[in-house]
């Protein structure tokens, strides 16, 4: 054992030396950076509120909450609310759910829409065996006749 470069022999049975407290920390490193609110964007117009429609489509296919970046009076994607997420949270589906039923409406196959969803074809099924569950459908053809009753699809 060293204590400042020289040796010292602990004899048998006697406990460890207690440990030398630490140096505080510089106040460079123990005060976290203050914090800079993001400046505000202006509101997007014509082809750049279609830019902004896709980006959002794009954001929450990789699961990346924009809600609090997007500036004042811009317009909410279609799918952030309105009565078909009101009646898809009655039922418990989550968004990424939803996603999988719009899909699963159009007729796509568990492959397809792990591809369009950027996620494993295993994943796909799990979602779509929760929907199943909680739409209380035997099959996709019955779960597409109630989601489109229920209104949570266009």
Avoid at 16 to 35: F, G, S, V
Avoid at 91 to 116: K, M, S, W, Y
Avoid at 126 to 148: Q, W
Wanted: glycine residues 8%.
């Amino acid at each position: 054992m060293t204590r400042c470069g020289q040796d010292v022999a602990m004899p048998y049975g006697q406990p460890y030396p207690p440990a030398a407290p630490r140096p505080p920390w510089p106040p460079a490193i123990a005060a976290p950076p203050p914090r800079r609110s993001a400046p505000r964007a202006p509101r997007p117009s014509g082809s750049a509120r279609r830019a902004q429609a896709e980006l959002e489509a794009l954001a929450r296919r990789a699961r990346i909450d924009v809600a609090d970046r997007m500036p004042a009076g811009a317009a909410a994607s279609p799918s952030a609310g309105g009565p078909a997420a009101d009646a898809a949270a009655e039922l418990g589906l989550t968004a990424r759910e939803r996603e999988v039923l719009e899909r699963l409406v159009l007729g796509r196959t568990n492959r397809q829409i792990a591809g369009e969803l950027f996620i494993s074809v295993k994943t796909a099924g799990v979602h779509v065996s929760h929907i199943l569950a909680k739409l209380g459908a035997a099959n996709r053809g019955e779960a597409a006749a109630i989601a489109h009753r229920l209104g949570l699809v266009s």
